[in-house]
């Protein structure tokens, strides 16, 4: 070459490359052969500031670099230091075990429960406290309902744009759509199994995953899935949705009208069961024989029926204020509706009626109890004058219970017969429908998790947040996840809780970040900023998690005289993250975060110790507020009553919940 080779010159070379070349096809290319020293150091220089990366002999890779993403504005750099969180209320610090020290270099792995992803379509309803409603007509505020049978509040929505969509359906009929990302929590064949292939004992029985729509279809493929076995739990009985309306009349009386009532002009009853005779009686109902099993019913002003109840056969329906009613009206007027036009079938419970919509009021009844119902349909065929002709379209609801018998008749809640098997949900297909707008919501509910169309049960943020806000004097790194930017852009969910931690100043007097906030969500070691503190919110590793080993041990390279924090994702009561033992073999510190009770978190802090030794250490309790605010923090210890366990024996009982604790294994440090 004539000119003389120069660092900016091989740059330059690079740069026209396409992102993978060789070391020696570059050199040809470009005719470069008496300055090979030139050539070689500035390829040592590039590596070193992280512009390429050797991947084979001889073979590089151009580092895709990423730009932070502006919040408030420019730059600044101040001396590195670590700060911990500390609670909003009291002012008390995460003072981590006292043995506990940080130095330059060191990796502090945080080890939680995840979050769930929840993207619908816009039209997908949602069960609210007021009914089914799409999930595009909620607000913050407003109040789901969750599967455990409570009420949580909406703390934020959250559109996410075009996604691709999928359609879940189940084999008891009902379906709901989701995107890519959507959280589900699942049983496999593997963990409903007591026992191995070699008889010995499965110690993976009754645990459930946390899944995406994506892994799933990974493992399972689209169509039908049911070979699969995957099953989804079903809702806990719902105690009160909440909703104030008029239940003047008896549950149980109107269930018996809507069942064998003739409800339209002069109200008559039909019956052979002499307890619904009583039963009227007792009421103060008068009752005169028509003829056969028919009977006029006369109310003397003494009961009145809700309004618009009096309707054709086929066109009654259960009142709003009765199908969100507290647990007990629910639960008579589901025995009122059984004891007449219900029987049983083995181990089912069959409703009969020629209204469709009262066959779907009474499935809503059943699964609000904690129940499974499935409804058929077929066309009635009778003979008249020797001729036969198609009748009405008949609805059977088919139900089950595990444990509440749904009758009140002696005679059928002899025949009745509990389900010994649970009543999961079971997957049965997975459909593609296609790329559609989608909106997911967040609730205050410890787990996240509501109830979508047809009772369908559908998620570390918050310290890695108060770590940034608590070191903002050292210019911290922060490594968002896939909710944090999109199109370089920072989501409302992300400045929502920004503003939250209204007690640090994000931005300096001139606007500009006093943060770096970098969109990695892969290749994380190439993009440390050495020297400083780093903080990678969720490594996401779908399926492989052996991978966290080789991920950590790059950071670590790169670290200099930084500190870097990492969350991962972690199974509710394990004692290490995604990945097992591979979690601990470059981390200096762990904190686990599992849940503590109905609303809490407990923090275990400790040195990171072999595979078969859980991380031990101090216990803190604590909530968080708003997402992001630590409240109520304070150091808890083994209950010494039950030893952590939870229960107790108690006399004529057996194993009861332990009355000190409340079940929870842990009490107040200093209490006792």
């Known amino acids: 070459m004539t000119e003389k080779l120069t660092f900016d010159k091989v740059k330059a070379f ?69 700060e911990f969180p500390h609670a909003q209320d009291t002012g008390m610090e995460l003072d981590f075990a006292g043995d506990i020290v940080f130095r330059e270099g060191d990796l502090l792995l945080l080890s939680g429960q995840s979050n769930k992803g929840k993207g619908h379509p816009y039209d997908t309803p949602i069960l609210t406290d007021h009914g089914f409603r799409n999930i595009g007509e909620i607000n913050i505020g407003d109040k789901v309902i969750t599967p455990g049978g409570d009420r949580t509040n909406i703390t934020g929505v959250f559109p996410r744009g075009n996604q691709d969509v999928y359609k ?44 995406t729509t994506k892994e799933i279809i990974k493992q399972t ?27 003047h009349c008896p549950a149980y009386l109107l269930g018996i009208l809507l069942g064998d009532g003739c409800l339209r002009g002069k109200i008559q ?28 019913l006369n109310f003397n002003n003494k009961i009145h029926l809700p309004r618009g109840i009096k309707q054709l056969s086929s066109s009654k329906f259960v009142p709003r204020s ?47 109890l904690g129940g499974r119902a499935n409804i058929s349909s077929r066309i ?26 749904p009758f009140r008749l002696k005679r059928k809640a002899h025949e009745w017969k509990p389900c010994k098997k649970p009543l999961h949900k079971i997957l049965k297909t997975i459909d593609y429908i296609g790329n559609k707008p989608t909106i997911c919501i967040s609730t205050d509910a410890p787990d996240g998790m509501y109830l979508a169309k047809d009772f369908i049960a559908t998620h570390n943020t918050a310290l890695c947040m108060n770590f940034c806000a608590e070191n903002i004097d050292s210019f911290p790194i922060l490594m968002g996840n896939e909710y944090t930017t999109i199109d370089d852009e920072p989501l409302p969910r992300f400045l929502n809780r920004i503003d939250n931690i209204n007690w640090i100043e994000w931005a300096d007097e001139e606007g500009n970040d006093r943060f770096n906030l970098l969109p990695v969500t ?34 670590k390279r790169e670290l200099g005289k ?91 009982i057996g194993q009861a919940q332990c009355s000190e604790c409340n079940g929870r294994g842990k009490i107040d440090k200093g209490v006792f």
């Open 269 to 296: 009853f039909s019956t052979n069961e002499p307890e619904l005779l009583t039963y009227l009686r007792k009421l103060g109902i008068g009752i005169k024989h028509k003829g056969g099993y028919d009977y006029y």
């Open 562 to 652: 930084g500190i870097a924090i990492i969350a991962i994702q972690k199974n509710p009561g394990m004692g290490y993250g995604r990945g097992g033992h591979m979690t601990k073999d470059f981390a200096d510190c762990e904190l686990l975060l599992d849940q503590f009770g109905d609303k809490e978190i407990l923090l275990t802090v400790g040195k990171v110790k072999e595979y078969l030794h859980p991380v031990s250490g101090r216990m803190f309790a604590y909530e968080i507020d708003k997402g992001v605010k630590i409240m109520n923090f304070r150091e808890v210890v083994r209950c010494p009553y039950c030893k952590g366990i939870g229960t107790t024996y108690q006399k004529g």
């Open 14 to 82: 690079i740069e026209l490359e396409v992102d993978e070349f060789y070391l020696e096809k570059l050199r040809e290319k470009h005719d470069i052969s008496g300055d090979c020293s030139v050539f070689y150091t500035s390829i040592s220089r590039l590596v070193q500031s992280k512009k390429i990366k050797k991947v084979g002999r001889g073979v590089y890779r151009k580092v895709k670099q990423i730009k932070p993403v502006k919040v408030f504005g420019g730059k600044r750099r101040l001396p590195i230091r670590l």
């Open 322 to 368: 009765y199908l969100l009613s507290p647990w007990p009206v629910r639960r008579a007027l589901l025995a009122g509706l059984l004891d007449t036009d219900g029987y049983v079938k083995e181990q089912n419970v069959v409703f009969t009626t020629v209204s469709q919509q009262l066959a779907v009021d009474v499935k809503f009844i059943v699964e609000s």
């Open 221 to 247: 493929g689209l169509g039908d899935v049911y070979k699969y076995k995957i099953t989804i739990p079903r809702t806990n009985e719902i105690k009160d949705f909440g909703f104030q309306g008029s239940t």
């Open 522 to 555: 892969s290749d994380y070691a190439e993009h440390i900023v050495k020297d400083r503190i780093n903080i990678i919110d969720w490594i996401n590793l779908p399926g492989e998690y052996y991978l966290i080993s080789p991920i950590m041990e790059g950071i």
């Open 380 to 405: 009635t065929r009778y003979t008249y004058k020797g001729i036969k002709k198609n009748g009405q379209r008949s609805y059977n609801v088919y139900i089950k219970f595990n444990k509440w018998c």
């Open 168 to 211: 879940f359906t189940f084999t008891d009929g009902s379906n709901v759509e989701v995107d890519a990302g959507h959280m589900w929590k699942i049983q496999t064949i593997y963990q409903k199994t007591r026992k191995t292939g070699h008889k010995n004992k499965n110690t993976h029985y009754g645990e459930s995953s946390l899944k």
